[in-house]
Each structure stands twice: as structure tokens, then as C-alpha cells.
């Protein structure tokens, strides 16, 4: 009850709130709210390349329509233009001097015309670039002394192209960009077609007990990416940013009296009621927002997640899930002990990233183990997984590789026994060090 | 009604961190109004106090608090009986002194107006009222102190920790903060540390002398004064003072010696006021008039801190 009333005390306190609650909590929403967003856009892009065939004159249409304002802009009409003129200057003498002129009335020189400056106008053959800005531009100009706003000079080896107004610069990119588009089409109508030619695609080596699902991979990888992050920050919101508040009683000075005052068990039991609240508040708002988006690309885009056991076995799931926390949280804890006892040492650098390094070498190992792919080697690489921070990736991936669900029991078993340990010894150090805190 | 009285037990105490013993003692029992610890720095003062407050695991044996009042006696629990005063004051850096005393009374007090009413005494004597509106990071140390020192006396404690609570202060606030805690030891008990000994022999009735890391004496403050000096003298009435002092010290190299005005002081020359009288005689000086006097604790530290080193 104490407990309760202290730390509800202390978020009633409108700075507080917002130090202890509300900012921790609003920044990882945040995150997961952009993380959504950014899925999302990735997943729809793909989705898109992949049921809509890019080659109908609907969707080349479609692509075409942004480039279509900016035509209508610079030379008055959303279509391309029918011709672009080649224009081929000619020397003439004029009061006993050589002058250049276009050649007819219909080539005189618009500020938006495209110039090629090359010695020798007659001669030089403009396809490439007609293939570039043709329908874009009205006239290109071949010629050594005009000025619009784009010319560029191809008279030596290093090519130079100098523009002179922003609407130039914008007729450039009009040019450019549109053929990017063409070319991204016609690379995404290849990739199509190769994709219809040979269906969906799986990766199953002889120790691997189900396939791999590589053409669903994306969407999955995505999923599994969300459902990643969430355990990530709830675990920071929980560990992390449960030792930030410590820091902040610390630096006032407020941690040994109000310690005193209160009884260490309710004010840690406080410190543990604002971070579980926290954590929940964060949990409610990115499981609803991430079930949300993904249930959206589901039903509307056609998103599919292949048979993977994320789409209904439920115990998978919670065993999964039980491994990530578990595991996440032991290296947290790793982390967050060393910085603890080390924080004023060079070193603690090190300390904070011993997970990682661990988890990376774990994971080589692992990923190397399928080039050499026997029953031996696939044993080895369920011994990987099973082990907590070691075999921290391949157990993320779970949802690709699916490994035994026991190799998953015996993870998450082994890293909330750490968790345990390490805990404990937090805890004792903790309590004898509250004044280096 | 008889002053309320704290008592301090320690049996085969440890308190060690890291497999560093930052405190140990055999055997201690302290009982007084005001208990002083004192001590150089790093002598385990703080590491007695937090182990009282149950900060510090203790590592071996045991430490018992108990407060009397009247005939009662009653184990000292920390969170319900005692209320602690840190060196550095505390309060949050970014919320107003207001809001900072407010969350103390709201949650020891269930009054968020107490400091306004019943409370109010302390916020006054300790110049709390024009801190009010000023955020933490605004305040000194000694700012600081003074509002965690009025909350420990708002949360009416039964036995009240305060870590160094004249550091920097000046004779003025001193002099009114000694005052205070004299007139609040009627009411409560105190254990205070400090390095100004002769405030806290002013007020302080017991005396705990911790030296690296254990318990070199305790007591009351005269046995403490006594057992860590033995006798001191003072000698009136030499026509030549400094001539005399030098010849005393001569003759005890080990004693602390020193002269205010005509009055020559002889601390730890334990000797009587026999001999005394008989050396001085054989230096030609008759007249003299030598008491012994009790001694002082700035003088008794100081004499045992010469005989350390």
C-alpha cells in the first residue's frame, strides 16, 4: 500500500509525471509509430511490384503522372510532346565576320530548349540524348555559341553540363527522372517474370525441419522486425530506463533520504510500479498500433506471411516470445550490470557491448554452419540457438527457420535462470553502492 | 519529562563492501540525547550512519537502534522512526523546493498542506520560505541542506541523521542551527557527524571517535575526552608564559601544549598536579597556580590525532 502511495506521490508531481512517465513513454511510442510507418511503405512497395504486373499501360499511367505537372509547368502540356526539333547550327558570314544561327525561324533559340555544344554541328548525332529529353524539351539545339538554360558541352572527353535557371534545372530532371521511371519498370517487369517463371520460393537444407519461406521472407522479416522492437523497448522502458530514474534520484541527492524515509523495499517496489506502468502503457499502445497496421496490409494489400507458425500456433508463439524476452533481457542485463559496476572506468565501453559481440559471433558461427550442411553441423546449429545471447539471432529468425520447439524451451529457460542470477547480484551490488549511483 | 534517549549497540559488526571492510567493532553501547560521531575522513562516520539508516548491508554481527522515551523503549525502525539529512541536502534539479516539500508531505505526512501549518516552525527557523519558488538546480548545498533539514523535521522523527550539518556554514548559522537542535533535543534524538568539535560538544552528550575504519572510543563526552587525553591542566600566573610553555613541552614532547593569553593548557601529559608543581618549582616558578580541568574535545582530538601520527 505504501508502495502505491509513494509512487503515485511521485507522479503527481506534473514534473515528475512527465520525467518519470510520460516522456520515456511518448519517445518509444514514437519509435514504434515511425517503425510502423516505415514497414508499412516498405512491405506496400513490395506487395505492389510483386501482384500488380508493372507492365500494364494502367500502371505505366500511374507512374508517369507525377512527371506529368511538371511537363504541363515548364512547356504547357501533360502529354510529351510529339517532336523535339534538332536544331543544327550554321556558320554564316555576316559583315565580313562569321556568325552562328539557327538554321530556320522555326529553331529559334527558347530559354527552355536543351543546348549540345560539340565542334562540329553538322556532323554529330544526337540519339542518346533525343532518347533523353525527347518529348521533353521542345527544341535541342547543336551549335558552339547559343545560350538556353541547359547546355551541355560535349566538345572535350569530360563531359560538362551548366544550367543557368532553376526552371532548367527542372527541365533536366524531367529528362533524367522520367527515364529512371522507365527503366525501373522495365527492371521490375524482368524480375516479374522471372518470379512467375518459377513460382514461390523455399530454401530447405537436409537439416532444416521446415522450409524457408523466401518469397514471404520481406513480409516476415518486417513482422518479425515489429514484434523484435517492442520486446527491445519494453525492455529498455523496463531496465534501461528503470536505472535512468534511479540516476535521477541519485543526482539529486533525494536517493539515500528517500530511501531512508520510505523503506528500501517500497522504494524499490515504487521504482518497479512507475516502470511496470510504463511498460504497460507502452505495450497497449504498440501491440494495438503494430496488430493495426499488419492486419491492414493483410486484408487490403494482400500482404501474405507465408505458413509461417505466426499465423495461428499459438503456443509457438508464446514460447518464441518467452525465448526473446528472456534472452533480450539477460543481455540487457549483461549490459546494464557492467555499466553499473564500471561506469567510471574506460572500459565500460566494452562491457555494454560483450552481448553483442557474443550474439555476433553466435551468429556466424551459425549462418557458416549451412555451407557445410550434415545432421552433425545442423545438431551444432540447434545447440547455438538454445544457448541465450549466443544464439540470440537465429532464435529471432524463428519464424524463418523454425527450429525444435524444444531448442526454444531450453533458450528461454537458460536465459531467465541468468536473468535470475544476474539480477540477484544487481541487487546486492546495488545495495551497497547507493552512493556511487 | 526527561529528555528522549537513543542507544546504539554494536556486536561483532562488519559492514564491508566489495570485500573492502569499510567498519567493523567488537563491541559498542551508546546511549545519549545527542550521540556525536566523529572522526577523519574516511574513519567510517557515513558507513555507521547508513548502516543505522539500513543502507549499507551489514556483512557480520549486529546493529541495533533503539529510542527511549520516558520509560519506554522501542527498536528504532528506520522508515517509521528516524528521517536522514545527506551532506549535499537533496532536491530534485527540476522541480520548485514547493513542489519538492509537498511530495514529502503528501507521502509521509498524507497533508500536502503540512508544511503550511504544523510544519511551518521549521520551514521559518531554517530560512526556507524565500527557497520556495526556486527550482533545485537553482540552490546551494547549504540551500539544499536546510530543506532537507526542515522535511526530516517535518516527518517528526524520533531519532533525526544529519551528515555534516554545519559544513560551510557560517558562525551566524551555525550558532541558530546549534540552537534549533538544542531546543528539538527536548523532543528528539539526534546522531550527527561532524569535523566541528566544539559544536558538537556543545551539543552532543555521547560521543562515538571512529578512526579508519573502527570504534576508538565512546561514551559520554567528558569519559571520551578523558579516555583519549587523560588529565588536562591549566597554569595561571607564570610572569613569562611562552618561556614556560616551551619548557613544558621540552619536558612532554608527546602532550599538547598551547597558551590563550596568560593560561597555559597541558593536555595528555599524564601527569598530577603534584609534580606539575614540583617541575615548575624547579624552574624558579612558585606561583603558579595549576587546576585540572576537564577536557575539551576539539583539544582531546586534537592531542589523540598528534599521537596517531
Keep these: 500500500m505504501n508502495t502505491l502511495r509513494f509512487a503515485f506521490a511521485l507522479l503527481r508531481v506534473p514534473r515528475l509525471f512527465v520525467t518519470l512517465f510520460l516522456f520515456p513513454l511518448l519517445v518509444s511510442v514514437g519509435i514504434v509509430g515511425l517503425q510502423l510507418v516505415g514497414s508499412a511503405v516498405v512491405l506496400q512497395s513490395i506487395t505492389m511490384n510483386r501482384t500488380s504486373p508493372p507492365s500494364t499501360d494502367e500502371n505505366k499511367k500511374e507512374k508517369g503522372e507525377s512527371f506529368a505537372y511538371l511537363r504541363e509547368i515548364l512547356l504547357g502540356s501533360k502529354e510529351p510532346l510529339a517532336e523535339t526539333k534538332v536544331c543544327r547550327w550554321v556558320r554564316v558570314k555576316k559583315n565580313d565576320a562569321f556568325v552562328e544561327l539557327p538554321p530556320s525561324a522555326e529553331c529559334s533559340p527558347d530559354k527552355l530548349d536543351i543546348a549540345l555544344i560539340v565542334n562540329d554541328p553538322a556532323s554529330f548525332d544526337p540519339k542518346e540524348y533525343l532518347s533523353l529529353f525527347g518529348g521533353n524539351a521542345k527544341r535541342v539545339h547543336l551549335c558552339h555559341t547559343c545560350h538556353p538554360d541547359v547546355m551541355i558541352d560535349l566538345r572535350s572527353e569530360e563531359k560538362l553540363t551548366k544550367v543557368t535557371s532553376v526552371w532548367g534545372l527542372l527541365l533536366l530532371g524531367l529528362g533524367r527522372n522520367s527515364k529512371l521511371v522507365e527503366r525501373r519498370q522495365e527492371m521490375s517487369e524482368s524480375v516479374h517474370q522471372a518470379d512467375s517463371l518459377m513460382g514461390t520460393i523455399s530454401f530447405k537444407t537436409h537439416s532444416l525441419l521446415e522450409e524457408v519461406p523466401i518469397s514471404d521472407a520481406p513480409p516476415l522479416v518486417a513482422l518479425v522486425f515489429n514484434i523484435l522492437s517492442l520486446v527491445v523497448i519494453a525492455l529498455w522502458l523496463a531496465l534501461k530506463a528503470h536505472r535512468r530514474v534511479l540516476d535521477y534520484f541519485a543526482r539529486s541527492g533525494a536517493l539515500l533520504p528517500m530511501v531512508a524515509a520510505t523503506g528500501k523495499g517500497t522504494f524499490y517496489g515504487a521504482v518497479w510500479v512507475l516502470t511496470i506502468l510504463r511498460v504497460f502503457a507502452f505495450l497497449g499502445a504498440g501491440i494495438s498500433a503494430t496488430i493495426f497496421v499488419f492486419t491492414e496490409l493483410s486484408e487490403s494489400q494482400g500482404v501474405s506471411f507465408g505458413d509461417s507458425f505466426l499465423q495461428g500456433s499459438y503456443l509457438h508463439i508464446a514460447v518464441w516470445l518467452f525465448a526473446i524476452c528472456g534472452t533480450f533481457g539477460f543481455a540487457t542485463l549483461i549490459a546494464s550490470v557492467s555499466d553499473l559496476r564500471q561506469r567510471h572506468d574506460w572500459w565500460s565501453a566494452l562491457y555494454m557491448s560483450l552481448p553483442l559481440i557474443v550474439c555476433g559471433i553466435g551468429s556466424l558461427i551459425w549462418a557458416s554452419l549451412f555451407l557445410f550442411d550434415t545432421p552433425i553441423t545442423g545438431g551444432i546449429r540447434n545447440v547455438i540457438v538454445s544457448l541465450p545471447v549466443i544464439g540470440m539471432t537465429p532464435m529471432v529468425l524463428t519464424p524463418l527457420f523454425q527450429p525444435p520447439l524444444y531448442v526454444l524451451i531450453i533458450h528461454g529457460t537458460l536465459a531467465f535462470i541468468g536473468v535470475g542470477i544476474l539480477a540477484k547480484k544487481n541487487a546486492n551490488w546495488f545495495a551497497a553502492h547507493l552512493e556511487d549511483l | ?309
Excluded at chain 2, 68 to 73: F, M, N, S, V
Excluded at chain 2, 78 to 87: D, G, N, R, S
Excluded at chain 2, 148 to 162: C, D, H, K, N, R
Design chain 2, 1 to 309: 519529562m526527561s529528555r528522549p534517549l537513543v542507544s546504539l549497540t554494536l556486536k561483532n559488526f562488519g559492514a564491508s563492501y566489495d570485500g573492502f571492510v569499510a567498519l567493523r567493532c567488537d563491541e559498542m553501547s551508546v546511549k545519549g540525547n545527542v550521540i556525536g560521531l566523529i572522526g577523519h575522513n574516511g574513519a567510517g562516520k557515513s558507513t555507521l550512519m547508513r548502516s543505522i539508516l539500513g543502507l549499507v548491508p551489514i556483512s557480520t554481527g549486529s546493529l541495533e537502534t533503539r529510542v527511549q522515551r520516558d520509560a519506554t523503549e522501542k527498536i528504532a525502525v528506520p522508515e517509521q522512526h528516524m528521517a536522514f539529512c545527506p551532506e549535499t541536502g537533496s532536491v530534485f534539479a527540476d522541480i520548485t523546493v514547493k513542489s519538492y516539500i509537498e511530495l514529502w508531505c503528501r507521502f509521509k505526512q498524507r497533508s500536502v498542506h503540512y508544511y503550511q501549518h504544523e510544519g511551518k516552525q521549521f520551514i521559518e527557523a531554517l530560512e526556507v520560505s524565500p527557497l520556495l519558488q526556486k527550482l533545485g538546480r537553482e540552490l546551494s548545498k547549504g540551500q539544499r541542506r536546510r530543506v532537507q533539514m526542515a522535511i526530516g523535521f517535518m516527518m517528526s522523527p524520533e531519532l533525526f541523521l544529519l551528515d555534516e550539518p554545519f559544513d560551510g556554514l557560517d558562525v551566524r548559522h551555525s550558532d541558530e542551527l546549534a540552537e534549533l537542535l538544542a531546543e528539538e533535543s527536548k523532543r528528539r534524538t539526534f546522531i550527527i557527524s561532524s569535523h566541528r568539535l566544539d559544536v558538537v560538544e556543545r551539543i552532543a552528550d555521547s560521543i562515538v571517535l571512529l578512526e579508519n575504519g573502527s570504534v576508538r572510543a565512546f561514551g559520554d563526552t567528558s569519559d571520551v575526552c578523558h579516555t583519549i587525553a587523560g588529565d588536562t591542566f591549566h597554569i595561571v600566573g607564570s610572569p613569562d608564559p611562552e618561556d614556560l610553555g616551551t619548557r613544558l613541552q621540552n619536558h612532554f614532547p608527546t602532550a599538547l601544549i598551547h597558551r590563550s593569553g596568560t593560561i597555559i593548557s597541558i593536555v595528555g601529559s599524564h601527569d598530577s598536579v603534584g609534580n606539575l608543581k614540583t617541575l615548575t618549582q624547579s624552574w624558579e616558578q612558585t606561583e603558579l597556580v595549576i587546576k585540572r580541568v576537564a577536557p575539551t574535545l576539539p583539544d582531546s582530538v586534537s592531542y589523540h590525532l598528534r599521537q596517531s601520527h
